[in-house]
């Protein structure tokens, strides 16, 4: 009994405990080392991976730099550039030849070309002043060491861009190992910083990149006081005498002296280049999932023993709780009787061995007709219209909790048939499984149902009758479509389609001019977007099974609480006559860029368009360089073949909802959507070098300069073209043939 529980019988337990704790305290030693095992692999892995992607890098500038001396500074007798003097006559086309090169790699900011005076020559971007670096300790290395051809600068100011670089010179000599040049590539920190910044280095946690040959520090991320970059580290610091020693890679805890965080790390030296990477993750996040499971599970211990001092006093209270929830249960039991026999809703027990009815309600005995005692001896197969084969399996079911839910044909002891739905769940008694049932009489809603289905046959009917297409859907699946749908497309019937679709959205041509999925932020919300345009912009472009375009007008009207009745017109002919008229009206006659007329009627809607899906709208002025010259030397004739040429070269290398309009003359203006004004000026400086580059019939090679800006919102868009217009005028002035962008 639990009242004879004698306590000093268990002393054993107290031996458990005390091992518990032993192995637990040896376990969670364990754990620490494999945790300090696990960071080791960490950061040498984050390690590993920024060394490979900044060496390759650094590979590809030092490539790019070799290409560049061999394209263009490499002295040979039959080289256009192989004196000074001749160097200066082809300044453009140098400088020209650098930002091709440099422009090639992300990682390179500028490529320059220093001569042996220390004076920057030529540059991959236009120099807008004279800079002398003779006093650099980067190029007096150079000039001073004539068996040094390669090297790396310490970071450095640049004084072309005013930023934190490091440079990659390689020196350009004579015959006689004097330093005739250097070129060099700059490349900015921020970008190094940036690919350090890649990976997860958790909370407090540092990556940096240091010299091998000085210990120097170029970057860091996260960013330090400035005062550290360059610094080197001291000489007692563990990581400076491995690396000195000559080690490749290392690991080592530390306490860092700049936030005195406790860290451990790894360092790995390149292979080609005179830098190491170091990952450092601080204490508090490798150690974080080892010091939580030690709180965790001591929390746990606590809980055991306490647990444990306690669980015999608690199974003596046991015996007590069970012999009142016993009686609760009882309790419960005749609270249950009652409520089954007076409750409103029909009820029944049966026995799902042989169907025997077991028990029934009052709402039972009313709603059948029969008494209580009449009930209890029939057999549900007295009362339901299966057969007893299907009414077995249905027990089966029900028992097995596959179906709970059921609609059955039930006859009354008046004879008449009742539909009832019934919910059938299985209750474990002591004599076994029974079924109790809850029934509804649903007589009245399935004769409603039925009508409607009558309804919806006799209106699919009609709707087949119909010469337009027309469909019942959710706008995500199609639940009818007429015979029309189906002879346009090709498809035998519903199900043929739905094999392979689920909408018609989906047949809706990308055409701009009309309405389809891309125009949407919420493409699935296509049905309602369509039922509130107007009904000039309610029209859709689909190709049918002859693989031919057709303009269909859009229909939208309710059929009930959630499907729609969506009628299709074909009014291809009418709309190929409004697009012949429009193209007469909105194209230039001699381009057939737009005109004006365009610009005007469309302008708005763009505006509506960016703001809708978050864009920009940029606005360029473009205008050829000494028109008038062409005009006025080879004739009007001329000229005119000269713009439709320069429409073409445009138009060839535009993106395709691009949109070129002819403003006047020789001025054009061009409006894009952009997802990043960044994007702006490539795509302006491919276009002016395509021009650049075009030979034009009988008067060869022309220019062109842009002038572009952004459109701000709710701005008069001419007051933005009035800003692209002056900064046309800007390009001008600073000489032709170029790009300007003004805000």
Not at 32 to 40: C, D, F, L, R, T
Not at 136 to 153: A, I, T, V
Not at 251 to 272: P, V, W
Request: glycine letters at 4%.
């Amino acid at each position: 009994m639990l009242t004879d529980f004698n306590f000093s019988s268990h002393r054993w337990f107290l031996v458990s405990v005390f091992l518990i704790i032993f192995l637990f305290i040896g376990q969670e030693v364990s754990n620490y080392q494999k945790a300090i095992e696990q960071v080791s692999k960490e950061t040498n892995n984050l390690s590993t991976l920024l060394i490979k992607k900044i060496e390759h890098d650094f590979e590809r500038v030092d490539n790019i730099l070799l290409l560049t001396k061999k394209a263009i500074f490499t002295k040979d007798k039959n080289s256009v550039f192989y004196d000074n003097r001749i160097l200066e006559e082809y300044n453009d086309t140098i400088s020209i030849k650098l930002k091709s090169f440099a422009d090639s790699f992300d990682e390179i900011e500028k490529l320059i070309y220093i001569d042996k005076d220390g004076d920057i020559k030529y540059a991959s971007n236009r120099l807008s002043k004279d800079v002398n670096v003779s006093d650099r300790e980067y190029f007096k290395e150079l000039k001073n060491n004539k068996d040094l051809n390669k090297s790396f600068s310490d970071v450095v100011i640049s004084r072309l861009s005013g930023r934190e670089s490091i440079l990659l010179l390689h020196a350009i000599r004579d015959e006689n190992k004097n330093l005739d040049g250097i070129l060099a590539a700059v490349i900015n920190t921020s970008f190094i910083r940036k690919i350090l910044s890649s990976i997860d280095i958790g909370q407090n946690g540092v990556a940096l990149i240091r010299n091998s040959e000085t210990t120097k520090l170029i970057t860091r991320y996260p960013s330090l006081d400035d005062s550290l970059i360059n610094k080197p580290l001291p000489k007692d610091n563990e990581i400076s005498k491995l690396i000195k020693s000559g080690s490749k890679y290392g690991y080592l805890e530390y306490t860092a002296s700049t936030d005195d965080i406790k860290r451990f790390a790894s360092f790995i030296t390149m292979e080609n280049f005179p830098f190491y990477i170091q990952v450092a993750l601080s204490q508090d996040e490798y150690l974080k999932s080892w010091k939580d499971n030690l709180i965790v599970k001591s929390i746990f211990l606590g809980l055991f023993i306490f647990a444990s001092i306690i669980i015999i006093s608690v199974m003596k209270r046991n015996f007590n709780n069970e012999q009142k929830l016993l009686k609760e249960l009882n309790n419960e039991k005749d609270r249950f009787e009652n409520m089954f026999r007076i409750h409103s809703s029909i009820m029944l027990l049966i026995d799902p061995k042989n169907g025997q009815i077991l028990d029934a309600n009052n709402s039972a005995v009313s709603f059948y007709g029969y008494s209580l005692e009449k009930l209890k001896s029939m057999n549900v197969n007295e009362i339901n219209q299966l057969s007893q084969e299907e009414l077995n399996t249905i027990y089966q079911e029900a028992k097995q909790l596959k179906t709970n839910s059921f609609v059955f044909e039930h006859k009354l002891n008046n004879g008449k048939i009742k539909i009832v739905e019934i919910d059938s769940s299985p209750i474990e008694t002591t004599s076994g499984i029974i079924l109790f049932s809850i029934i509804k009489d649903v007589t009245k809603e399935k004769k409603i149902e039925d009508r409607l289905k009558r309804s919806y046959k006799r209106i699919e009917k009609l709707i087949d009758l119909q010469d337009n297409m027309i469909i019942l859907t959710n706008g995500k699946n199609t639940k009818y479509a007429n015979n029309k749908f189906f002879d346009f497309f090709g498809f035998s019937n519903l199900s043929d389609f739905k094999k392979s679709h689920k909408s018609i959205c989906e047949f809706f041509i990308q055409n701009d001019e009309f309405f389809h999925l891309k125009k949407l932020e919420y493409p699935e919300n296509w049905i309602n977007e369509l039922k509130i345009l107007d009904g000039s912009k309610r029209i859709v472009a689909m190709k049918g099974k002859n693989s031919k375009e057709h303009k269909f007008f859009v229909t939208v009207n309710s059929f009930d609480e959630d499907i729609m009745i969506v009628g299709f017109t074909d009014i291809t002919n009418t709309i190929k006559e409004k697009i012949k008229l429009e193209i007469k009206v909105t194209q230039d006659k001699l381009t057939n860029a737009y005109n004006r007329e365009y610009f005007d009627k469309y302008y708005k809607d763009w505006i509506i368009s960016i703001n809708k899906f978050n864009l920009k709208l940029a606005v360029v002025m473009l205008d050829i360089d000494n028109f008038k010259y062409v005009n006025d030397t080879f004739g009007h004739d001329v000229g005119d073949l000269v713009l439709i040429d320069f429409v073409k070269v445009i138009c060839t290398n535009l993106r395709s909802n691009d949109i070129f309009v002819r403003w006047g003359g020789e001025e054009f203006i061009l409006v894009l959507k952009l997802k990043d004004e960044k994007d702006l000026l490539k795509i302006l400086e491919n276009l002016r070098h395509k021009v650049e580059i075009y030979n034009f019939p009988k008067i060869g090679k022309r220019t062109c300069s842009f002038g572009a800006t952004i459109y701000k919102d709710d701005e008069d868009i001419f007051k933005t073209i009035k800003r692209a217009d002056e900064a046309v005028y800007k390009a001008k002035n600073l000489g032709r043939n170029r790009v300007e962008i003004i805000s």
